[in-house]
């Protein structure tokens, strides 16, 4: 689910909640991991907690927060064989 342009710092999970802070070049790059955390089968419901750009050697950054679920993909009942 990560796009280029994006780069994971830390992530914490407790029970099903995920945690991800990180870096991206631009706004634009972390939306563009939320709709993928969106289409994902085993991740869902992202929340952006935090944002925040800043120049950074000469270059426009966005250190970001976002929030999501683990999803357990579900399996199909036995057919009694």
Same mark, same amino acid.
């Given at each position: $689910? &990560? *796009?280029?342009? +994006?780069? /994971? &710092?830390? &992530?914490t999970?407790?029970?099903d909640a995920i945690t991800v802070t990180g870096v991206a070049q631009s706004n634009a790059? +972390? %939306?563009?991991?939320m709709? @993928? /955390?969106? !289409?994902s089968k085993v991740v869902q419901d992202p929340k952006l907690? /935090? /944002?925040? %750009?800043?120049?950074? @050697? #000469?270059?426009r950054i966005s250190n970001f927060t976002l929030?999501? !679920?683990q999803v357990l *993909?579900? $399996?199909e009942e036995?057919? #009694? %064989?």
């Open positions: $689910t &990560l *796009p280029d342009g +994006v780069s /994971i &710092l830390t &992530l999970q407790k029970d790059r +972390v %939306s563009s991991y709709r @993928n /955390i969106e !289409n907690d /935090i /944002i925040q %750009s800043k120049d950074e @050697n #000469g270059q929030h999501f !679920n *993909p579900k $399996t036995g057919d #009694g %064989s």
